[in-house]
Antibody
Framework: QVQLVQSGAEVKKPGASVKVSCKAS????????MHWVRQAPGQGLEWMGW????????NYAQKFQGRVTMTRDTSISTAYMELSRLRSDDTAVYYC??????????????WGQGTMVTVSS | EIVLTQSPGTLSLSPGEGATLSCRAS???????LAWYQQKPGQAPRLLIY???NRATGIPDRFSGSGSGTDFTLTISRLEPEDFAVYYC?????????FGQGTRLEIK
């Protein structure tokens, strides 16, 4: 079955970077766009962007332009999201989510379990 | 950026009752690319409805979506105990996806 398994919780200091991984199984990673969505404690969902694992193309939310980098390693079916210059308000659960449709960008469908990133001095 | 406003913020109902959740967009959503998600505490969101009215795989038919343009509705008929959760609408008609702030559906 399709599954996305994310890396474990992280604690970072302000100004540092964090890189979260998302390993896909049960399907070919290059067939579906991968979205990243975050959720601050007690807050709503915030879309960060997507990556096309087939060619590495990306589309980032305006808010994260210049601070986020989404990449992938197709040889190990893994997508990555790196966020730099961390601030306390970046404390959140970060989710990867596979797109609903094959080879096109639509919306997140199948989600990983989430990775808690805490930014604290 | 398309802003989505959900109402009400909290809805208190009893099992067996029907629920109506609203989502209003700041501008018309292309192709009615509007989705609904359910999220329970400590869990990832689950896709319920996409394209305004299409149920995702495995979603019970007591969940239905409707609407077009800027006004959309999620209807849950005959609430089950497991339906009490937070519901988010989301638009994917523009190049940048946005979510509503959520409606909490709680047991009365």
């Amino acid at each position: 079955q399709v599954q996305l398994v994310q890396s474990g919780a992280e604690v970072k200091k302000p100004g540092a970077s964090v890189k979260v991984s998302c390993k896909a199984s049960g399907y070919t990673i290059t067939g579906y766009y991968m979205h990243w969505v975050r959720q601050a404690p007690g807050q709503g969902l915030e879309w960060m962007g997507w990556i096309d694992p087939n060619n590495g193309g990306t589309n980032y939310a305006q808010k994260f332009q210049g601070r986020v980098t989404m990449t992938r390693d197709t040889s190990i079916s893994t997508a990555y999201m790196e966020l730099s210059r961390l601030r306390s308000d970046d404390t959140a659960v970060y989710y990867c989510a596979r797109d609903l449709e094959v080879v096109t960008a639509t919306l997140p469908d199948i989600w990983g379990q989430g990775t808690m990133v805490t930014v604290s001095s | 950026e398309i802003v989505l406003t959900q109402s009400p913020g909290t809805l208190s109902l009893s099992p067996g009752e029907g629920a109506t959740l609203s989502c209003r967009a700041s501008q018309s959503i292309s192709n009615n690319y509007l989705a609904w998600y359910q999220q329970k505490p400590g869990q990832a969101p689950r896709l319920l409805i996409y394209g305004a009215s299409n149920r995702a795989t495995g979603i019970p038919d007591r969940f239905s979506g409707s609407g077009s343009g800027t006004d959309f509705t999620l209807t849950i008929s005959r609430l089950e105990p497991e339906d009490f959760a937070v519901y988010y609408c989301q638009q994917y008609g523009s190049s940048r996806i946005t979510f509503g702030q959520g409606t909490r559906l709680e047991i009365k």
